[in-house]
């Protein structure tokens, strides 16, 4: 049984996207967003940041690295995906991302600002 996985998450680009095509001419998109949040602890304001790797794929991708730079504001829709891998000496290693499949550009006014993929949801290869 699968279990539901959702993520709605808004942020600004820390870099330029990282457009590329694989082997089989699937293009990938990364990127980082940084998401700020604030609390209080007692009564003293608390402001962190997140750092979260984002993951397009297909057309997305394609969009996401003509459209997105570095310093603009998105909303993501995707899910969490867990990457493992053991490096050189053995070690075991994991990352969580964020593989999306749809981006609101929040600072276009003047073009489509909602890009859908139609299949990037499935693809499960890892970065």
């Known amino acids: ?3 539901f996985n959702l993520v709605v998450m808004e942020g ?3 870099n330029d996207p990282d457009l590329r095509y ?3 001419g699937t293009a990938l998109c990364s990127f980082s967003i940084a998401n700020n949040y604030s609390y209080f602890r007692g009564e003293e304001l608390q402001k962190e940041v997140n750092f979260i790797e ?3 794929w297909s057309k997305l991708a394609e969009k996401c690295g003509e459209f997105l730079k570095k310093g ?3 909303l993501i829709n995707g899910k969490l995906k867990q990457n493992r891998w053991q490096d050189d000496k053995g070690a075991t290693h994991s990352k969580i991302g964020l ?3 749809l981006v609101r550009f929040l600072d276009y006014p003047d073009t ?3 890009t859908k993929t139609d299949d990037s949801s ?3 290869t890892p970065v």
């Open 1 to 3: 049984m699968n279990n």
């Open 12 to 14: 600004r680009l820390v």
């Open 22 to 24: 694989i082997q089989n």
């Open 54 to 56: 984002v993951t397009a």
């Open 72 to 74: 603009k504001r998105v």
């Open 99 to 101: 593989v999306c499949n």
């Open 112 to 114: 489509e600002d909602t």
């Open 122 to 124: 499935d693809n499960d």
